[in-house]
């Protein structure tokens, strides 16, 4: 047989070649200078996005979590997944740079005494890390919503809504940074005794339900439960809370729970509104009472 026979100069010039091929790729001093700059530049975006991202994750779960909330029509929550849904995609671009500027200096520092490819990798774990975990977090808050039978879509863009309009700090606007009252978040977010009060009667569901204390002395707090819902929450210490909710054809006992007064001063003294889209389906008679502490009041609605 015959073998290739290699002469030992075409090799030595096979080497130099590559030898020269790299030399005449290798970046110049400033260049990579430059390049390390962006990627730690890149590097805090990204810090900064995961850190932004966890503070709307965190304010999510509380709310979601909270009793005095209705999280299908919180717009304190649709706030923080589109915030988050936001964040995910600007960090997950963020990084597609990262890892392309990462792999480049890589390749350079087997030439280059001035890259520590050790910090390179560092930077890349880093940031893959955060993008697992936001994944994990985002399919977490969407899992929430989603067996509450919420359509996370339409949540998300009610979010951006809310983000167009300038309201994109869930924490600063709920205490009082923003002249925005939020809807269903249970909280008088302006201060004026008007829980969950929308300006202008701007109805989200096909329900209201408006509780309040009735007494001349604000002191009186009112739970409402809601037969196969449950606690809908409790209203401001002697104030006012609209429930404006999303209700099946059918029907349904609410029950009003006087929770407290001042032992100085009872009984719990109260008033109940209750509107199908706009037909009022309690009666005025019908929507005032007293209650001790711990006594309830039931009424049946029918919506149609």
Not at 167 to 194: C, S, W
Not at 213 to 221: E, L, Q
Request: proline share 4%; net charge negative; aromatic share 6%.
């Amino acid at each position: 047989c015959n073998l290739l026979q290699y002469n030992p100069d075409d090799i030595d010039g096979a080497i130099a070649d590559i030898e020269n091929d790299n030399e005449n790729n290798k970046w110049d001093p400033q260049k990579v200078k430059n390049a390390l700059l962006s990627l730690n530049d890149m590097l805090e975006l990204a810090r900064s996005l995961y850190s932004k991202f966890n503070v709307n994750y965190l304010k999510f779960v509380n709310e979601i979590n909270d009793q005095n909330s209705n999280p299908l029509e919180n717009e304190i929550i649709a706030l923080c997944i589109a915030s988050a849904q936001g964040q995910f995609n600007d960090h997950s671009v963020n990084k597609d740079s990262i890892d392309a500027s990462g792999a480049s200096l890589i390749t350079q520092a087997a030439s280059n005494k001035d890259i520590n490819i050790f910090n390179i990798i560092n930077i890349l774990s880093e940031v893959q890390t955060q993008a697992d975990d936001m994944t994990r977090k985002l399919g977490e808050m969407k899992n929430l919503l989603t067996v509450r039978g919420g359509d996370v879509d339409e949540i998300i863009s009610d979010g951006q809504n809310l983000i167009a309009q300038g309201n994109v700090n869930p924490e600063f606007a709920q205490d009082g940074g923003v002249n925005v009252e939020f809807a269903g978040d249970g909280l008088d977010n302006l201060g004026d005794g008007l829980q969950d009060f929308i300006q202008g009667n701007i109805r989200r569901g096909n329900v209201l339900i408006i509780i309040w204390d009735s007494g001349n002395y604000m002191d009186d707090v009112f739970e409402l439960t809601i037969s196969g819902i449950g606690s809908m929450g409790t209203t401001p210490p002697g104030a006012r809370r609209n429930f404006d909710l999303t209700l099946g054809k059918g029907t349904y006992t609410l029950t009003v729970r006087a929770i407290y007064t001042d032992p100085n001063i009872t009984p719990c003294t109260f008033g109940i509104q209750v509107y199908d889209q706009d037909i009022p389906i309690i009666s005025p008679e019908e929507g005032l009472g007293n209650l001790d502490p711990g006594q309830e009041r039931s009424y049946v609605i029918t919506i149609r």
